[in-house]
């Protein structure tokens, strides 16, 4: 199955940018879990309080993500 998109350039600009460009928004996202997940498990060095930021900025990452309709999945 092909799927093609189509944009009336240089009106749709911001569509096109966004849709050429999704890739890169989830490897943003990815790599930001990613840090996150890091320093909950290798963050002994964190007080609790910065452990439980962590824990607590990595739902709502996966929360947010959720709203929209994405997860981490969709493209592994």
Known sequence: MKV?????????QKQ??????GMNLYMSLWDL???LRAQIKH???NSEL????YE??????????KDNGVNFNMVQ
């Open 4 to 12: 093609l998109l189509s944009f009336d350039l240089p009106n749709d």
């Open 16 to 21: 096109f940018d966004t849709a050429s460009r």
């Open 33 to 35: 879990d990613q840090h």
């Open 43 to 45: 963050g002994s060095h």
């Open 50 to 53: 910065k452990q439980e930021i």
């Open 56 to 65: 607590d900025l990595r739902e709502k990452l996966y929360e947010i993500m």
